[in-house]
């Protein structure tokens, strides 16, 4: 199928033992850590890995440092991390998102959950580049990336630049959590004079604006937002 390559980083052997199995299954190539140490040596052989599953709790340190680790390489800064946690370590998992963690899953988690997430993450990673001049539809959102002009059930709804841009931007990474920071380094531009708040309010308009489609934009409290990965996609 895909031969993409899955770094599993999870220091309990039999559960990397069955998420390798049923990765493999699906097509993919896994390489497996049990050591956050031997995850980022991994990571940096060629070729470097499509997506890395990274348990929180690790022997030699933390989930959230490996990944503050690999946001912080040329090499792996790119690479999409799925942070998994345990119930209850609510507080590391706001922490994950703010090191560069896309997306989390919680365990117990289901494979079919975990497959979902990482074909989820897969596509996004190979169409982030490939939207411009086509019309992106979600929900009854229609976005013509064109002539930057967006419809909610065919009805064109007014919006600014920026809000455009937010809107787009939100919509070729969803499902992946977007901190404040980063959408106000990569909607307003890293020079630009606003606050945090800022990225708060202009959400709020622009959920206003898109009428029902404003509940595909999700809030994760102190962290940021997230677009949902599919317009069917549950209320967290
Ligand atoms: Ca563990």
Not at 139 to 165: C, N, P, S, W, Y
Request: charged letters at 30%; proline letters at 3%.
């Amino acid at each position: 199928m895909s031969g993409e390559l899955i770094l599993i980083v999870e220091d309990e052997e039999d559960l990397a033992g069955t998420l390798a199995y049923n990765l493999e299954k699906e097509g993919y190539e896994t390489l497996e850590a049990l050591t956050g140490q031997r995850a980022l040596e991994l990571a940096v052989r060629e070729p470097s890995p499509s997506v890395v599953l990274l348990d929180l709790m690790l022997p030699d340190m933390s989930g959230t440092e490996v990944c503050r680790r690999l946001r912080q390489d040329e090499r792996t800064r790119h690479v999409p991390v799925i942070m998994v946690t345990a119930k209850g370590e609510e507080i590391d998992r706001v922490v994950g998102f703010e090191v560069g963690a896309d997306d989390y899953v919680t365990k117990p988690y289901s494979m079919r959950e975990l497959l979902l997430r990482v074909r989820a993450i897969l596509r996004r990673a190979g169409s982030e580049e490939a939207v411009s001049g086509t019309m992106l539809e979600f929900g009854e959102i229609q976005v013509d990336m064109t002539a930057h002009r967006v419809f909610l059930h065919g009805e064109e709804v007014q919006l600014t630049a920026l809000e455009f841009k937010l809107l787009t931007t939100f919509l070729m990474r969803k499902g992946r959590v977007q901190t404040r920071e980063v959408l106000l380094n990569d909607v307003w531009g890293i020079h630009a004079n606003v606050m945090t708040r800022t990225v708060d309010t202009h959400v709020k308009r622009l959920r206003e604006k898109l009428g029902e489609g404003g509940r595909y934009i999700e809030t994760l409290r102190g962290v940021g937002y997230r677009f949902k990965t599919s317009p069917e996609e549950e209320d967290q």
